[in-house]
């Protein structure tokens, strides 16, 4: 089992920054990968990012390359996911997910673990 602590959200202007973070707990990460996904009212479950992390490997949805970069502190079991330049279509509740595995470009469905996600709302 695979425990995940989401926390950093919050309301922002648009232009505005924010740094969520995704605590891990329970079993060790080597062998995992860690994504961020973000679901807006009425929309599916979508993907933001993602890290392998043993490997580093990361993925990124095109809507959010070059503003969002997505890091891990092993130390801290943590991975993090900064939000720079955040649009108002940024807006949803951003959760993270683990999986077995170094493939980075899985989707939701193929995560077993989340956490209770946290909201992100960027005012016009």
């Known amino acids: 089992q695979v425990q995940l602590v989401e926390s950093g959200g919050g309301l922002v202007p648009a232009g505005g920054s924010l740094r969520l973070s995704c605590a891990a707990s329970g079993r060790t990460l080597s062998s995992y990968t860690i994504g961020w996904f973000r679901q807006a009212p009425g929309k599916e479950r979508e993907s933001v990012a993602a890290v392998s992390w043993s490997a580093g490997n990361t993925y990124y949805a095109d809507s959010v390359k070059g503003r969002f970069t997505i890091s891990r502190d092993n130390a801290k079991n943590t991975v993090f996911l900064q939000m720079n330049s955040l649009k108002p279509e940024d807006t949803a509740v951003y959760y993270c997910?683990?999986?077995?595995?170094?493939?980075?470009?899985?989707?939701?469905?193929?995560?077993?673990?989340w956490g209770q996600g946290t909201q992100v709302t960027v005012s016009a």
């Open positions: 997910a683990a999986r077995s595995g170094i493939n980075v470009g899985y989707g939701a469905r193929n995560y077993a673990y």
